[in-house]
């Protein structure tokens, strides 16, 4: 016990991380620079081009293009990636707004003119524009070194000569085998090879998407001009060349089933993506003691990041261990409160109120927020808060019942970070829809940073366009057909996304770069990796590896959009006694295995008292593919 006491004392006072002692892997220090991701092979490829001279900019655009090959159950070459960066050069944060629009044919009344109250989950009408492929190119062009031939060279071996299959990866795609052989022949014919699912440890090719790359490649080298020309030419041909003619035509031409259980084509066409633009903004930025961190716009969930440490400031966090109920009460009834504001308040169609968005991270707001949590009840209420004095409005969150009764709910349902991996003889018998996200945190030796998740056009998103080999992304999904929403579908406006990198500063100078996958979760666990790092003090790896939870408190961002209150999913690695108080606090707890929460990476850096560069990185273990390097 006085050993404990001493550490704590240590721990505290000193600010040392002398415990606890065991984490289940090093945090990673160095000085030429770190990367972690959510895959060794993008984590390791982009600290492969920080070693032959590349900046963060060049690694993270190398790492995102392997994360499309390696991980393709959680995002493709359709989907999109917000990302955040820190220039050492120009001495600023910026934020890539790699979130794709709608078609202009894609309205609320043009889907429930087709008998639609939702927008499906799957298949070609919940399409967006795939932007994944020109926000990568923006960031490499205005702040990157190297060639676009050199950062997709990676991508493009692995994909021509072969990746080793993910359990998961195959677990994804015996789950909607029955789909791709019934109904989506493109996606069998790239996933199913001789009809049968790939073998876990195996070796995979993407033919057609390596061709795609190359083709890529070969026509920008042949029409640009120096580097930043190649890279503006490959934009050109994938936004309006032939990437975009084919999808027009495979959207125009294919009628494919989704989760209405019937079938329909696409709405997305070749001037959707010809007149789409990535956006480079300024983010959105709050401060936690010595910390501002930044998120992406309300274009996003980041926003809800920023309102919960609003909240916290005047939580007393630093009174409540990690693993304590008192830590996970405070933390889960900010986090409600921040998802019904997200419900009512976040988007960028017409319905969306800027002034309302604003106030929503006022101090005077998330002050009277904070007054409205019970530190010794559990909420089970949705409680939209009223910014500037303006009355929220919720969507009907009765369609999503009315959708599941008229659905095949078998694909499509979702996009769970971690469904339990059932052993394998009870595959084929089981029926799960396996989608998500990926994440990469890179710094390099100069200071320069960089936080993306990527996301969209996995495997069982939308059929695989043969010409192209890889799938679109259905973010679509995530708007609502009421009309006057601020996340109200509508032609050519973006969904407001769940994707949500994240990046901070402390006293003033980049410090950290962090992030996870997890949909709805992600400015849940990434937010109480932040308090356990920022309060408590844990080091990267600490944090992360921490137990970790969430709640569900609000209309799920992904089809069909269940509405769920006071649910509180837990690890358990916490003591039964801990979780016994949460329950008498009122929370519906759910106990989970004990490493089934998040998917965190996270790298940062701090100079020492002569100026010397200090960096770190931590990885996640779950899952056993989570990644840190560095040197």
Known sequence: MHACINKYVLNRIFGLNLGPMFTTRPEITGTFGVASSTHWLASQTAMGVLERGGNAFDAAVAGGFVLQVVEPHLNGPGGEVPILLWSEREKRLRAINGQGCAPAEATPQAFRAMGFEQVPGIGLLPLTVPSAFPAWLTMLRDHGTWKLADVLAPAIGYARDGFPVLPRVAQAILAVRELFTEHWPGSAATWLPDGKVPMPGSLFRLPALAATYTRLVEQAERDGDGRVGVIDAAMRHWQQGFVAREIDDYCRTASVRDTSGEKHAGLLRFDDMANWTVATEA?????????????????????????????????????????????????????????????????????????????????????????????????????????AGFAPRLPDLGVSERSLRASDARFGVGEPTFASLPPVSEWADRELFVGDTCHIDVIDRHGNMVSATPSGGWLSSSPTVPALGFALSTRLQITWLDEGLPNTLAPRVAPCTTLSPSMALRDGEPYMAFGTPGGDQQDQWSLAFFMRHAVHRMNLQQAIDAPAWHVKHAPGSFWPRQTTLNALSLESRFAAGEIDTLRALGHHVVVGDAWSEGRLSACSQERDARGRLLLRAGANPRGMQGYAVGR
């Open 283 to 387: 983010p959105l930025c709050a401060d936690f003691g010595r910390y501002t961190v930044a998120k992406c716009g309300f274009w996003s969930q980041g926003p809800m990041f920023l309102e919960q440490l609003g909240m916290l400031r005047h939580a007393g966090l630093e009174q409540h261990a990690p693993e304590t109920a008192g830590f996970v009460h405070r933390i889960a009834e900010a986090t409600k409160l921040a998802l019904a504001d997200r419900a009512a308040w976040y988007g960028v169609a017409p319905g969306a109120n800027r002034t309302a968005q604003q106030a929503l991270l006022s101090d005077d707001y998330l002050r009277e927020r904070w007054a409205m949590v019970d530190v010794q009840r559990a909420s089970d209420a949705l409680r939209a808060g009223h910014p």
